[in-house]
């Protein structure tokens, strides 16, 4: 029993870093903006799609995933040049939509570039399980654990000891007394969505040589680093990781120990517990309006 | 969408005023093929191919000069896999195109909702759907022509009584397809002196089933079966092999080409699956009664589209049941069609030999699937 128990871990710690790179996502575009970009699955999709694409193309390996985070950041980019910031001045809850209609956007595009099959991705470093205790891993697996600590320490210099960094989260707070400073609003905006586009399309390399890809993949996803971004409390980005890490083991334990016919019903009510007893989230912050 | 010879429209309007006056007059000068496919959407992998299958074969029809020297029309309506959607088409097909006979609904959900329709109308109808439902209990209007899960998982069954194996761990998607399988397998297993000692699960875009497998090690089942399709099962495959689990596995029908080898790679190797001789049709005995028709569809289907699945397979072989059923009936009286839909007997299709009754619709036998295992990426036959 307890040799299975390591196992599940194993597995949820790997699956719930994938879920924690696409909450990290949601997270800094959030941080910037205050706004849910529900295209964030669709980068993890674009990202592991465009290297897919490239590789038959016979670019070499290293070089493919380079580009595709490349062509993924542009893609982000563009999202923010030719969607958000032409509806500056809408509300909030219009951007989200904006989002959501990008996210069908991109689905349609990718469906149409790459057609309704489903893709396979050669690993980083070849198959062979390794065996870590009484648990067995994929090399891949620890590629994605090992990159995940890697971007978020990187994510979390960036936004606390950096002055850009700091830039961007001077416009989430106030972005008018950012202008006023002399923060240029507009190219912090822009860098968050390169930054969170550029982010997915790591995860989506990460996870496609182990669950496929294909032009909705994203989908899923999306909805499950959406939920590690609520869980851990949206706009932490370590929220957002100590979410995805929670959600993925408790899918794994809940798989291998309960029933796994229950397995996503009950994260999802875990997460409604949680939010119900603490609504901003598990590292969220209090929100508080002046009068 | 929809393509129709506007010339046709003014004989059916003329035909409509002459039976609109009573006169005793043939119904048109061409017979009528209706269909509702979910050509776009998710379930496209499906209507794709069967809606080409249909065309190119009613082309070569007309080119050889029809049925009983009348030419063949199809007229046809994308679902988008929509069940509700398939409804409404089923009702046009029936009172606005007044099509003689109904060949469609890609998938289970499609058919069984247009089914009542179909009962109500009196209308023919050949399903190219997988589930057992449609056609048990029999309905006497439909008829099917893929096989059903139930079969996939006596075939199944069955050779693993052949290996002496009796205890499985099974593992399904929660799709449809997952679903139904899954129910099938259970309410077969003791026929098969088989228990089931594991009744694992996972969500269809799950990425990781290391969990379930763990659980399954953990038991003591000799063997694994796996109902679903899509990335699922490459997914299972390729983790049951990293686990260092030992079981021989057994796939559905679902998985039944050359994606799944591709995607699940050398973790493949050794599996085995129930599936339409029309995968191997190359590696078929030449005494194969089957072997003839597989590759004249093979390669009619390939020269214009690629590579053949089985679902388009299943499309040909309910054409060809109800153009047949037509011909042998000299007439397209909608009750006269459906009793030689029913005579069909020993009609060689890709999906088997049919021969139906009025209590079998599909009329398949389990022998209509192979099992195939996969060695060196490739399938090869079981005896």
């Not at chain 1, 923010?80 to 904006?98: C, L, M, W, Y």
């Not at chain 1, 909705?216 to 999306?222: N, R, V």
């Not at chain 1, 809940?254 to 007893?277: N, P, R």
């Not at chain 2, 109902?227 to 699922?232: D, E, H, L, Q, V």
């Given at each position: ?29 959030y941080n910037a903006s205050g706004v849910v970009n529900f295209a964030q699955g669709e980068f993890v999709m674009l990202g592991a799609m465009s290297a897919v694409g490239l590789l038959a193309a016979g670019v070499p390996y290293p070089l493919a995933l380079l580009v595709a985070i490349l062509i993924v950041t542009l893609v982000g980019f563009s999202l923010n040049k030719f969607a958000i910031e032409p509806a500056r001045g809408a509300s909030v809850v219009a951007t989200i939509i904006i989002t959501i209609g990008a996210s069908i956007f991109l689905r349609g595009a990718a469906l149409l570039i790459w057609g309704k099959d489903i893709f396979s991705m050669p690993a980083f470093s070849g198959n062979e399980p390794i065996e870590i205790g009484a648990a067995t891993v994929v090399p891949q697996n620890i590629w994605i654990m090992g990159i995940t600590v890697v971007l978020v320490l990187l994510v979390r210099y960036f ?133 | ?383």
């Amino acid at each position: 029993m307890f040799d299975q128990i390591i196992q599940f871990l194993a597995t949820g710690l790997s699956v719930g870093s994938t879920y924690a790179l696409v909450g990290l996502g949601f997270a800094i575009i959030y941080n910037a903006s205050g706004v849910v970009n529900f295209a964030q699955g669709e980068f993890v999709m674009l990202g592991a799609m465009s290297a897919v694409g490239l590789l038959a193309a016979g670019v070499p390996y290293p070089l493919a995933l380079l580009v595709a985070i490349l062509i993924v950041t542009l893609v982000g980019f563009s999202l923010n040049k030719f969607a958000i910031e032409p509806a500056r001045g809408a509300s909030v809850v219009a951007t989200i939509i904006i989002t959501i209609g990008a996210s069908i956007f991109l689905r349609g595009a990718a469906l149409l570039i790459w057609g309704k099959d489903i893709f396979s991705m050669p690993a980083f470093s070849g198959n062979e399980p390794i065996e870590i205790g009484a648990a067995t891993v994929v090399p891949q697996n620890i590629w994605i654990m090992g990159i995940t600590v890697v971007l978020v320490l990187l994510v979390r210099y960036f936004f606390d000891k950096t002055l850009y960094g700091k830039a961007i989260l001077a416009c989430s707070c106030n972005k008018t007394a950012a202008g006023l400073v002399g923060i240029n609003v507009k190219l912090m905006l822009l860098t968050s969505y390169g930054l969170s586009a550029a982010i997915g399309a790591v995860a989506g390399l990460l996870i496609a040589p182990i669950a496929f890809t294909s032009f909705d993949a994203g989908t899923m996803l999306g909805l499950k680093g959406f939920s590690a971004a609520i869980l851990g409390g949206m706009g932490s980005g370590m929220g957002a990781v100590a979410g995805g890490l929670v959600l993925g083991v408790l899918e794994s334990l809940g798989a291998g120990l309960i029933s796994s016919g229950y397995k996503d019903a009950m994260a999802f009510v875990i997460i409604l517990a949680v939010l119900f007893f603490k609504p901003s989230g598990l590292f969220g912050f209090k929100s508080v309006d002046r009068v | 969408m929809k393509k129709r010879n506007t010339g046709l429209l003014g004989i059916a309007a003329v035909t409509l005023g002459l039976m609109a006056v009573g006169a005793p007059l043939q119904a048109s000068e061409t017979i009528k093929v209706g269909t509702f496919l979910a050509v776009t959407g998710p379930a496209s992998f499906l209507g794709d191919p069967e809606l080409k299958t249909l065309q190119l074969y009613i082309e070569k029809i007309n080119a050889k000069g029809g049925i009983d020297g009348k030419m063949v029309e199809l007229i046809h309506y994308d679902t988008g896999g929509n069940a509700k959607d398939a409804v409404g088409f089923a009702k046009r097909l029936i009172k606005q195109d007044r099509v003689d006979v109904i060949v469609g609904g890609s998938t289970s959900g499609s058919t069984l909702a247009a089914m009542p329709e179909m009962t109500k109308a009196g209308m023919p109808f050949i399903s190219l759907a997988g589930s057992v439902k449609i056609i048990d209990p029999v309905n006497p209007w439909t008829f099917k022509t893929p096989h059903t899960d139930r079969m996939a998982a006596a075939k199944v069954y069955a050779d693993m009584k052949k290996r002496g194996i009796t205890k499985v761990a099974l593992i399904s998607g929660d799709g449809g397809f997952g679903k139904s399988g899954r129910a099938q397998s259970l309410a077969l297993a003791p026929e098969y002196g088989i228990t089931i000692v594991a009744d694992e699960s996972y969500g269809t875009k799950d990425t990781d089933m290391t969990a379930q497998i763990t659980t399954i090690r953990a038991s003591d089942a000799q063997a694994i079966l796996n109902f679903g399709f899509g990335s699922g099962p490459a997914i299972v495959t390729k983790n049951i092999r990293q686990l260092g689990v030992d079981l021989p596995l057994y796939q559905s029908h679902g998985v039944a080409s050359k994606k799944y080898i591709e995607l699940a790679g050398g973790a493949a190797e050794g599996v085995r699956l129930p599936a339409s001789a029309l995968l191997v049709a190359d590696k078929l005995d030449d005494s194969d009664p089957q072997k003839a028709v597989l590759m004249a569809y093979g390669t009619a289907y390939e020269s214009s589209f690629g590579p053949v699945s089985t679902f388009g397979g299943h499309a040909y072989d309910g054409l060809m049941i109800a153009l047949e059923a037509i011909d042998r009936a000299n007439s397209t009286d909608k009750t006269k069609v459906r009793d030689q839909i029913e005579a069909t007997t020993n009609f060689i299709g890709t999906g088997g030999i049919f021969n139906m009754s009025k209590t079998d619709h599909m009329g398949l036998g389990l022998d209509a699937f192979r099992m195939l295992e996969i060695r060196n990426g490739d399938w090869t036959l079981v005896n």
